[in-house]
């Protein structure tokens, strides 16, 4: 069965531009987490859906971020106009059902990099 | 609000030494516990986990214990190899996971 996948694994961008990235969750798992993951900040939650349906993006650093969820097999996080401290591993995670007994299912990440 | 702390790295140790990564925890819940792992260049993957007071979870020779009374949930190995290096988290859930900031452990041959 495949895992969380996740496009493209390396991104290299200039700063300004915008940068997409994609991700398939397990299929038949309900919630859907981005996180960040950078050397000072460590592993932070930008946003979440519940049913592709945002629930809570209080973790969102601004609006140059944006997530969406179409369907319940694919989602986007976006980035526009990208910056160099943007620079990071992204991280999506699916699971079935949220709360004490859930665990999440890491993709293995996009390594962004802006220049 | 809830929140993991777990001891900051990183951990180098020898081949076949003892393995202790400190993990406390604040919850208003009655939380899950868990332990992540991530070796170089992947993701998050599941380590072990326990739901309740007491519960020992168990995996690849890891362990760790549900201690209510401490609010902990130290991270144990007896003789770890050089496979193990990879960076540990920590995290609880209640409504929602939350993440410790990890610790790199380093085995050397």
């Known amino acids: 069965d495949a895992g969380v996948i996740q496009s493209p694994r390396h991104e290299v961008t200039e700063m300004g531009q915008e940068v997409t990235l994609r991700c398939k969750p397990i299929s038949g798992h309900d919630y859907l987490f981005w996180y960040r993951q950078t050397m000072m900040r460590g592993l932070e939650l930008l946003i979440y859906f519940n049913n592709n349906v945002p629930i809570d993006d209080s973790g969102m650093p601004e609006d140059r971020f944006s997530a969406k969820m179409p369907n319940a097999s694919f989602s986007t996080l976006k980035i526009q106009p990208s910056e160099p401290r943007d620079s990071a591993v992204y991280f999506c995670a699916s699971s079935l059902g949220t709360g004490p007994y859930n665990e999440q299912f890491f993709g293995p990440g996009t390594r962004l990099t802006v220049l | 609000g809830n929140s993991v702390t777990q001891m900051e790295g990183p951990v180098t140790l020898s081949e076949e030494a003892f393995l202790t990564i400190n993990c406390t925890y604040t919850?208003?819940?009655?939380?899950?516990l868990f332990w992540y792992v991530q070796y170089p260049g992947e993701g998050l993957q599941l380590l072990l986990k326990a739901t309740k007071a007491d519960d020992k979870g168990s995996n690849k020779g890891f362990e760790a214990t549900y201690r209510k009374e401490t609010t902990s949930f130290h991270l144990e190995k007896g003789s770890v190899q050089v496979s193990d290096s990879a960076v540990y988290f920590c995290a609880l859930s209640d409504q929602d996971m939350r993440f410790g900031a990890g610790t790199r452990l380093t085995v050397k041959p």
């Open positions: 919850a208003t819940g009655y939380p899950s």
